[in-house]
């Protein structure tokens, strides 16, 4: 393809995201699918201005006073990377049509922001948030929210049931990748060059699994044992899943639970690749505090540790969907609260005295984390908070973290995704 090619499709891919407010990891799929004539190069070229364009939206509305897929495009090129936008839309042959005097105008004048701009014009994140972050991060806004725009990297968890970390690092050099071990995870591995990871046997045999360290940590923090009843109640693919059933050494019993059977359909195959034998699939039906739990009534009172991976705004997920923070809304983030309130009264229900609920966002919004365990803990004076610092594996470096009982991870400070985990351990027991 040539360059005016790859930006005119570019502009196709953008103009079906902001038009359909699809996930735009799908959109670019489905462009790859449909255009098979496309090289690897052109692929990613056409996929880093696109990404770049969603990553910088607010910066490049600014600079042009426009919200136009087209424009953005333009200018993402012209501002960020230096490049003659006249000499790609020239009108040739799949180029773009030459542009109109009104965009020549523009990015004439076009600039990105200064350092005068408001925070969520720089930092490219909807201004409705800003007081969520600002609570979040305090002075360290910049610091965080500018990470957030960055890639994110690839991350592994070795499979400790099959293979241990480094025979997997030595075995993925053997097949042409480069990993190092990340900093937290005892189990993770964070690749440093790019390959085709399902096509390698070690993937394909389930000793490695695509997990973010951020992730791993989560579930590090669940401090499953061998033997123990353990559910995993918005299990969705299952990658928490996995990784607690390898931690139990397959023994002991780990229900993983979805309200969604399509989520769950994946699981049962990977749990076989990975060896795992002491995980059960359950479909839910929908509930609500005070009504009966029909569903996990064997397990009322009786489970060590109910993980809560609580469906939520992603925020801690914007370097791999940077389109999610356009997507996201007020009303949207109301109905991940109220699904948050639920699914935690859900989960006191089955946790045995002594026992534990791990409540584990992906978000780094504190009406989400903080303020929701809070609120719980007023409703439920029958559950205390534990420190996840000393619930943290004493032979184990541990993350920086702001004080507090319930640990924040972000990916300025840490370098993982945000992820928020509180520990909320039910009184009397062992």
């Known amino acids: 393809m040539t360059p005016g090619a790859r930006l005119q499709s570019a502009i196709e891919i953008l103009e079906d995201i902001f038009l359909s407010g699809r996930p735009a990891d799908r959109i670019v799929e489905n462009w790859s699918r449909s255009n098979r004539y496309a090289g690897s190069k052109d692929r990613a070229a056409i996929s880093e201005l696109v990404y770049t364009v969603l990553r910088r939206r607010a910066e490049l509305s600014a600079a042009t006073d426009h919200e136009d897929a087209r424009l953005l495009a333009f200018a993402a090129l012209a501002l960020v990377n230096g490049e003659d936008i006249a000499a790609l839309a020239d009108g040739s042959r799949h180029a773009p049509a030459p542009l109109s005097e009104d965009e020549r105008k523009a990015l004439d004048a076009a600039a990105l922001p ?28 910049e610091r965080e929210m500018g990470a957030l725009m960055e890639r994110a990297p690839t991350d592994l968890r070795v499979n400790t049931l099959k293979t241990d970390r480094e025979a997997a690092r030595v075995a993925l050099e053997e097949a042409g990748l480069l990993a190092e071990p990340c900093p937290w995870s005892p189990w993770g591995l964070r690749l440093t060059t790019r390959g085709n990871l399902p096509g390698l046997a070690l993937y394909r045999e389930g000793a490695i699994e695509i997990q973010d360290e951020g992730s791993q940590i989560a579930c590090l923090l669940t401090g499953v044992k061998p033997g123990e009843q353990v559910v995993d109640l918005c299990a969705g693919g299952g990658g928490k899943s996995l990784a607690l059933a390898a931690m139990m050494e397959n023994k002991g019993q780990i229900y993983a639970c979805d309200t969604d059977s399509r989520r769950l359909a994946p699981l049962e195959p990977r749990a076989q690749r990975a060896g795992i034998r002491n995980l059960q699939t359950a479909v839910l039906r929908p509930w609500h505090p005070g009504a009966a739990d029909s569903d996990l009534a064997g397990l009322t009172g009786r489970a060590d540790c109910v993980l809560v991976d609580a469906p939520c705004s992603g925020t801690g997920a914007w370097r791999r969907s940077p389109d999610a923070r356009w997507r996201l809304g007020p009303d949207t983030l109301e109905g991940y609260r109220a699904a948050q309130e639920e699914v935690l009264a859900r989960a ?25 365990v809070e609120f719980f803990l007023e409703r439920h004076q029958d559950f205390e908070p534990l420190s996840w610092a000393a619930a943290w594996p004493e032979a184990i470096l541990p993350p920086p973290a702001p004080p507090g009982p319930s640990l924040r991870l972000a990916p300025a400070s840490s370098g993982t995704d945000g992820f928020f985990v509180a520990i909320l351990r039910r009184k009397g027991g062992k």
Not at 121 to 135: M, T, V
Not at 348 to 372: D, F, H, K, M, W
Request: proline content about 8%; some cysteine; aromatic content about 12%.
């Open 348 to 372: 006191a229900g089955l946790v045995r005295p002594g026992g534990r609920i791990v409540y584990v966002t992906c978000s780094l919004l504190p009406c989400e984390n903080e303020r929701q």
């Open 114 to 141: 200064g350092a005068d701009a408001a925070p969520w014009i720089r930092l490219n994140y909807p201004e409705w948030l800003h007081s969520e972050f600002e609570a979040a991060f305090g002075s360290e806004l």
